[in-house]
Nanobody, 124 residues
Framework: QVQLRESGGGLVQAGGSLRLSCAASFRAAGSYIMAWFRQASGKEREFVSGISWSGDDTRYADSVKGRFTTSRDNRLNTMYLQMNSLKPEDTAVYYC?????????????????WGQGIRVTVSS
């Protein structure tokens, strides 16, 4: 079982920055993939970024490449999403997800554990 809790969301003006955190409680030792997804109002949830257990492999959606950076600190069981140059179209509920695997994938159905989500609103 894995419990996830996101923090750091809020309201920011376009061009601004936010950093999201995802604190994970792993009840069993293992290597986990962690990822961020988001869901805007009226749209399907989409992959934003993912990071391997070691942190050496990251993947980003084209819409956030060059603006968002994912990192993790395994000592703290925490993943981060640094979001820069935010745009109004980044407005969404952001979800942290964990996959009990070593393979980094972008399909939400392959992630077993999910946080409750945190809202990010970017004003124009």
């Amino acid at each position: 079982q894995v419990q996830l809790r996101e923090s750091g969301g809020g309201l920011v003006q376009a061009g601004g920055s936010l950093r999201l955190s995802c604190a994970a409680s792993f009840r069993a030792a293992g290597s986990y993939i962690m990822a961020w997804f988001r869901q805007a109002s009226g749209k399907e949830r989409e992959f934003v970024s993912g990071i391997s257990w070691s942190g050496d492999d990251t993947r980003y959606a084209d819409s956030v490449k060059g603006r968002f950076t994912t990192s993790r600190d395994n000592r703290l069981n925490t993943m981060y999403l640094q979001m820069n140059s935010l745009k109004p179209e980044d407005t969404a509920v952001y979800y942290c997800a964990v996959r009990d695997s070593l393979n980094l994938v972008t399909t939400q159905g392959d992630y077993e554990y999910w946080g409750q989500g945190i809202r990010v609103t970017v004003s124009s």
